[in-house]
């Protein structure tokens, strides 16, 4: 009975992409007027659909990080700094990341596909 547990434990390592970890993207905003959502430190621009988990850090309490794009709209706090995070499931579409009280100068958009 052992054995059978040990090959199945082996075989489930053996076998990553059923078990693969689910991409990280980091958003920040702040403290100047700055927004910006990278993966492994590049600009995104372009995205396979999927899930996501998504790191905000809300360095300014006079802005806020804000993602919207098809059944996604998801938002840090005005008033307020700190770390967010959240798992987002990308629809192919355009996404935009925004700061509310400054869209005309802090946004960014990007394609998933």
Same mark, same amino acid.
């Given at each position: 009975?052992?054995?059978?547990?040990?090959?199945?434990?082996? #075989? #489930?390592?053996?076998?990553?992409?059923?078990? #693969?970890?689910?991409?990280?993207?980091?958003?920040?905003?702040?403290?100047?007027?700055?927004?910006?959502?990278?993966?492994?430190?590049?600009?995104?621009?372009?995205?396979?659909?999927?899930?996501?988990?998504?790191?905000?850090?809300?360095?300014?309490?006079?802005h806020n990080f804000r993602l919207k794009g098809p059944g996604v709209n998801k938002t840090t706090?005005?008033?307020?700094?700190?770390?967010?995070?959240?798992?987002?499931?990308?629809?192919?579409?355009?996404?935009?990341?925004?700061?509310?009280?400054? #869209?005309?100068?802090?946004?960014?958009?990007?394609?998933?596909?």
């Amino acid at each position: 009975m052992k054995l059978v547990v040990l090959a199945a434990a082996v #075989a #489930a390592l053996l076998v990553p992409s059923a078990f #693969a970890a689910t991409p990280t993207l980091n958003g920040t905003v702040g403290p100047g007027f700055t927004i910006a959502l990278t993966k492994s430190g590049a600009k995104v621009t372009k995205l396979k659909a999927g899930t996501y988990v998504i790191k905000v850090s809300d360095k300014s309490n006079i802005h806020n990080f804000r993602l919207k794009g098809p059944g996604v709209n998801k938002t840090t706090g005005l008033g307020a700094t700190g770390a967010a995070t959240w798992k987002v499931t990308l629809k192919a579409g355009k996404y935009t990341i925004v700061c509310d009280p400054h #869209a005309t100068v802090m946004k960014s958009t990007f394609t998933v596909s």
